[in-house]
């Protein structure tokens, strides 16, 4: 018979009684049910999650236990790891740049949608079936977004327009899709993006069966949670303003927003140098803590004793190296960390659970790899 792992009551709890002298994610179910929920009650039309940001099996079983029934995939090996959670999953294949290998892993595996935003890659898609839906994808020079997408992904609207003919002419399903460009926090950018589809649409004259507004939905960074409703219903005011009773059917690929709350990272103190002014972790860049190097650093940073207790002392800005062996392995000057942190303690990371997993090499031998599930994720001290 399969064991079945352990559910913890918190990362406090776990750390108190394993003292593992290894970076370890802590995942709750409960927490990505939630986000689950908030997303399908909220966004209006289909919601997909994007694989990319968290592949592990129990994150995709959790979502098809929440009712998430299509998933965006970027490779065969997203495809494999789709069809191990649900064989019915529907799948959308939006990255628009394939090999002639992809291109035919993504027939074996009956993906459903697929995304072009060049007339080359267009004609490499001839054998896909003609009851597919085809999405012109394109990109627009909008502000928003803690880094853009447009820049390698995206037609311009005058090539959409060519593109999207030749989709309706060549029979498959004519859609278009979009994305404003990660941890986007200004709803103003999704606006504008409907209404550019909109022209595209009176443009090519050919009338769309769904409009993926992409993902891009921005998680919690700094303590204060997105008001994603916010964005929800300024998506649909735009489309039903933008397209009227020919509003083409929504569809949304979160990712980082979706999974990022359900996990925190912790992170060991190795050691110290310069009275606790430069602190180093057995986890960094190239690690679980890759995205803190690219997006900055969290404002939600606890540190927790060996026993389970939270450090209380006032906090001071560190320097704060990662365990390998190059310089290169450094987060972002300033992490604050309590006064009284000290060599053995774990510093806990909130909101990890996207491209952390996903994102760590075994670079020097260290690595991200191990992850227990709990119930609650912070606040709750050992007993």
């Given amino acids: 018979m399969q064991q079945i792992p352990p559910l913890w009551l918190s990362p406090e709890s776990h750390l108190a009684r394993s003292a593992p002298d ?11 049910h939630e986000v689950a929920r908030r997303f399908r ?3 209006p039309g289909l919601v997909t999650y994007a694989v990319k940001a ?23 090996a997203e495809m494999e790891a789709v069809r191990a959670a649900s064989p019915d999953a529907v799948m959308h294949y939006n990255n628009p740049m394939r090999s002639e ?13 697929w ?40 037609a311009a609207p005058e090539e959409a327009v060519e593109l999207l003919k030749q989709v309706a002419a060549k029979g498959w399903t004519p859609a278009l899709c979009f994305h404003p460009g990660t941890q986007c926090e200004d709803e103003a950018a999704w606006v504008e993006y409907i209404h550019a589809a909109k022209k595209i649409v009176d443009e090519a004259g050919v009338q769309i069966a769904r409009l993926n507004v992409g993902g891009g939905f921005a998680a919690n960074r700094d303590g204060e949670a997105p008001d994603l ?32 709350e359900s996990f925190t990272l912790a992170a060991r103190i190795k050691g110290m140098r310069k009275d606790g002014e430069v602190v180093f972790l057995n986890d960094g860049i190239y690690g679980g803590l890759v995205d803190i ?58 909101g990890l659970g996207a491209y952390s997993s996903a994102m760590s090499t075994q670079f020097n031998g260290y690595g991200l790899s191990d992850v227990a599930t709990v119930i609650e994720l912070a606040g709750q001290p050992a007993s």
Avoid: W
């Fill in 22 to 32: 290894h970076p370890i994610l802590y995942f709750s179910p409960r927490v990505l």
């Fill in 41 to 43: 009650s909220g966004f």
């Fill in 54 to 76: 968290n592949p592990h099996p129990a994150v995709l079983s959790n979502l098809v236990a929440a009712g998430i029934t299509a998933f965006d995939v970027a490779s065969p």
């Fill in 101 to 113: 290998a992809e291109i035919a892993a993504g027939i074996e595996h009956g993906v459903a949608s």
């Fill in 115 to 154: 995304s072009v935003d060049e007339l080359s890659e267009l004609e490499k898609l001839d054998a896909v079936p003609r009851s597919c839906e085809l999405a012109v994808r394109f990109a627009l020079p909008v502000a928003g977004a803690a880094y853009d997408f447009g820049s390698k992904f995206g």
């Fill in 229 to 260: 409703e916010k964005v929800f219903a300024a998506i649909e005011k735009a489309a039903d303003k933008a397209f009227g009773a020919d509003r083409p059917i929504l569809i949304c690929e979160p990712g980082r927003a979706m999974v990022s």
């Fill in 293 to 350: 190097r690219d997006m900055g650093l969290p404002g939600r940073v606890e540190v927790v004793s060996s026993d389970g207790k939270h450090r209380a002392g006032d906090r001071q800005p560190r320097v704060v190296f990662g365990p390998t062996c190059d310089s290169l392995d450094r987060l972002p000057d300033g992490l604050p960390l309590p006064c009284d942190a000290a060599t053995g303690d774990y510093v806990l990371f909130p």
